[in-house]
């Protein structure tokens, strides 16, 4: 099962290193990762891989979620699902 | 492959523009719950729908967490209770409305619907003692939903029933006059009502319907409104195609999350009500769809016309979105729950014969709107039956939901509160109905051909 981990936020050091970090910690496997930079402005965006997430994925997202407000991010996991079904026919 | 353009869209649709599952309700068959003695019933509703529902909630929040959208509300629909009640030898099915309200509480679920009674063509005993115990059973509950079907196309319009609801409504809003009439804001009287309506608060599980299932009412106003801000000045062609596009995705998410939570309860899925229902959030609003038309305030000359362009348009773009649609789908309209329709009303545009000829187009009827508490109780069913011939006439489902405010007159404002909002007081016109209403009888079911 995949799922779309989305970090709005401030650019700083280390935030790929905390959310994967996080996410591994959870047994969460990264699949890819994309960003972009604008004006010190950080949108990245990684599908990981949540079959074998060690809690269920409900606890995950607010666990991701709480992350980020740690580190004054936005930072979400939804279920891929989701989005495939609002986008491809 | 999915792109990051489509997934930020999906994350600002939810953040910014208030898309959202509006409602998962579950619908109970109770027909196995009858019982001569009207406690017992009581606690057999009771034991039914908290073993059926318990799960609900919680795998409802699950879901919400899971894929990020939020599911506003959990609900129940059951059988109508004046089929489960009509063994009891009671005259007051009081303590059921109390059972639902009770089981509805344990479950976390914030309504329940199916108070109700369909009386089209006669009401039996049963629906006789269902339809007195209204005004009681919404004073001393506040979950419980009622609703009473009094025409269809197929059967015409019960006339006696009309004439007892306006008094029922009248009964409900002076027995809550407290709370400014607020037991009429949980009570409906259909034409044509559906039986698998997911939205409050009409919804009952019909008798066609199987043990228990689970219907997804989806919304999603202000994501439309979004997209027909970006098609300024165009053709109504390019409105009906963006329109459609954008109800397909709403419905599609509708979907998924029905089919999931449908997975997880172990109940089959049933349909996926296409909406879009308002809320007084500011750009949750179908007024403001609207008047994004080119209208300048909803209520105006066009008004209709667009509100049947969207109408049709939703429920294009959805059918193709979701394997079964039912329900009431297409665009709502209810006053108080609708920021624009709020300001359409208090600035006098919006007026009642406005919103009755957008009744002609829309997905319900008159809703939850406020009148004078001095309006007669004549007059509101006067309105009941003009309300109902347009559902008879059109093959459509129509219905009125609203409260004579007690005490209040034009100018007023009623609180609801939550999701029911609050409403301008409207105007009614103040020449009687009374002997028109006092006929009683039926008015015979239209034909169905030479159709002019």
Redesign the interface.
């Known amino acids: 099962m995949k799922a ?1 981990v ?1 970090v709005v936020g401030k650019d700083q050091v280390g935030i790929i290193a905390a959310v994967c970090v996080h996410l591994a910690s959870y047994n969460v496997n990264v699949l890819d990762i ?1 960003q972009t930079v604008m004006q010190g402005f950080l ?1 990245m ?1 990684m599908v990981v891989d949540v079959s074998a997430c060690n809690v ?4 995950l ?2 666990a991701v979620e709480e992350k980020g407000k740690e580190m004054n991010l936005s930072i ?13 026919v | 492959m999915l792109n990051v353009k489509d997934i930020l869209s999906t994350q600002d649709m939810i953040d910014k523009r208030h898309l959202d599952i509006r409602t998962i309700t579950m619908g109970i068959s109770l027909l196995d719950c009858t019982d001569t003695d009207v406690n017992k019933c009581a606690d057999k509703i009771y034991d039914k729908i908290v073993r059926r529902a318990e799960n609900l909630v919680k795998v409802g929040q699950e879901i919400e967490w899971e894929f990020g959208i939020p599911i506003v509300n959990k609900r129940i629909a059951v059988t109508p209770i004046s089929l489960v009640g009509s063994s009891c030898q009671t005259d007051s099915y009081v303590p059921l409305a109390i059972a639902m309200d009770r089981a509805a509480k344990n479950c976390g679920v914030n309504f329940i619907g199916g108070f109700s009674a369909l009386v089209q063509k006669g009401a039996t005993s049963g629906d006789e003692v269902l339809i007195n115990s209204i005004p009681e059973a919404l004073a001393q509950t506040e979950c419980v939903c009622a609703s009473v079907n009094v025409g269809s196309t197929r059967a015409g319009i019960n006339m006696d029933a009309v004439a007892k609801m306006g008094r029922i409504i009248k009964e409900t809003a002076n027995i809550t006059a407290d709370k400014d009439g607020l037991g009429c804001a949980k009570l409906v009287v259909f034409a044509n009502a559906v039986e698998d309506n997911p939205f409050m608060a009409g919804a009952f599980h019909g008798v066609g319907e199987p043990e228990c299932v689970l219907n997804v009412g989806v919304s999603g106003p202000g994501v439309v409104y979004h997209a027909l801000q970006g098609i300024k000045g165009q053709p109504f062609d390019v409105v009906a195609e963006t329109v459609k596009k954008t109800a397909f995705r709403i419905t599609r998410m509708g979907q998924m999350v029905g089919v999931e939570a449908s997975k997880r309860l172990g109940v089959p899925f049933g349909i996926v009500d296409l909406s879009l229902a308002p809320t007084p959030a500011v750009g949750d609003s179908v007024a403001r769809i609207l008047e994004e038309m080119g209208l300048e305030v909803c209520g105006t000359h066009g008004t209709t016309a667009a509100l049947a362009l969207l109408n049709d348009a939703v429920k294009k773009g959805g059918v193709m979105a979701s394997n079964h649609v039912g329900g009431l789908s297409g665009a709502f309209i209810p006053v108080s729950e609708d920021e624009g329709m709020i300001a359409a009303a208090e600035c006098g545009t919006l007026t009642l014969s406005k919103l009755e000829a957008m009744t002609c187009v829309c997905s319900v009827g008159l809703d939850m709107i406020a009148v004078p508490g001095d309006t007669s109780a004549a007059t509101i069913s006067a309105i009941i039956a003009d309300e109902a011939a347009i559902g008879m006439v059109n093959s459509k489902t129509t219905a009125v939901r609203i409260i004579p405010a007690p005490g209040k007159s034009v100018g007023d404002r009623v609180e609801m509160g939550g999701l029911l909002g609050s409403a301008p007081v409207m105007p009614v016109i103040d020449k009687g109905s009374e002997l028109f209403i006092d006929r009683g009888g039926r008015i015979p079911a239209p034909l169905q051909s030479l159709k002019n």
């Open positions: 779309i989305t994309s949108t965006m269920p994925v409900a606890e997202a607010q979400r996991l939804q279920r891929e699902d989701i989005f495939s079904a609002m986008h491809q």
